[in-house]
T-cell receptor, first 114, second 116 residues
Framework: SQKIEQNSEALNIQEGKTATLTCNYT??????LQWYRQDPGRGPVFLLL???NEKEKRKERLKVTFDTTLKQSLFHITASQPADSATYLC?????????????WGLGTSLAVNP | DTGVSQDPRHKITKRGQNVTFRCDPI?????LYWYRQTLGQGPEFLTY????????KSRLLSDRFSAERPKGSFSTLEIQRTEQGDSAMYLC??????????????FGPGTRLTVL
């Protein structure tokens, strides 16, 4: 069955450091992959999308990589700030003809300490 | 347009009662999704619509759950004979299938359901 694994433990880092979150998938090949941020009691917010033919995508302090050989995406937040504290969800997208399916990971909780 | 809205934001009900939630998507979006989320879990897919057609419904969804999108705009999710296990956050999202990234979903704030 299709499976996604994100960092199982919450990530605690010091302000100013780089946070790295991992998303591993098995048993399928997504056409692209999205990352979302979710704050407590709120819906997820879209951050970045990376396609299978892209190795890396950047947006301000965010960087996403996509390694289709390792079946892994890494999500980096550089110069982290306490306001970056949230849960980050990985969501690969399978595309088969006209059918598309987005699969959600459980998320990784990030806490940035001042 | 201010994004996806959901109503109510919170609902407390007694076991056995019926509840209905509403979602208003971003106006030009033709796809609408319903998810359920419990603490520490990712969103669990329930169903989605393209315009007014319900294209997919999760096999996990019991017959007590029904959703409609009668005019291809707002949608309602009804849960009949609620059970304590239905307590969760119910999220609505919308997307534009004609855009470059049709699977980027824009979420509403959610409806928190508590079944006593």
């Amino acid at each position: 069955s299709q499976k996604i694994e994100q960092n199982s433990e919450a990530l605690n880092i010091q302000e100013g450091k780089t946070a790295t979150l991992t998303c591993n998938y098995t048993n399928y090949s997504p056409a692209y992959l999205q990352w979302y941020r979710q704050d407590p009691g709120r819906g997820p917010v879209f951050l970045l999308l990376i396609r299978e033919n892209e190795k890396e995508k950047r947006k301000e302090r965010l960087k996403v990589t996509f390694d289709t050989t390792l079946k892994q995406s890494l999500f980096h937040i550089t110069a982290s700030q306490p306001a970056d504290s949230a849960t980050y969800l990985c969501a690969p997208v399978l595309v088969a003809g006209n059918n598309r399916k987005l699969i959600w990971g459980l998320g990784t909780s990030l806490a940035v300490n001042p | 347009d201010t994004g996806v809205s959901q109503d109510p934001r919170h609902k407390i009900t007694k076991r056995g009662q019926n509840v209905t939630f509403r979602c208003d998507p971003i106006s030009e979006h033709n796809r609408l999704y319903w998810y359920r989320q419990t603490l520490g879990q990712g969103p669990e897919f329930l169903t989605y619509f393209q315009n007014e057609a319900q294209l997919e419904k999760s096999r996990l969804l019991s017959d007590r759950f029904s959703a409609e999108r009668p005019k291809g705009s707002f949608s309602t999710l009804e849960i009949q004979r609620t059970e304590q296990g239905d307590s969760a956050m119910y999220l609505c999202a919308s997307s534009w299938i004609g855009g470059r990234d049709p699977d980027t979903q824009y979420f509403g704030p959610g409806t928190r359901l508590t079944v006593l």
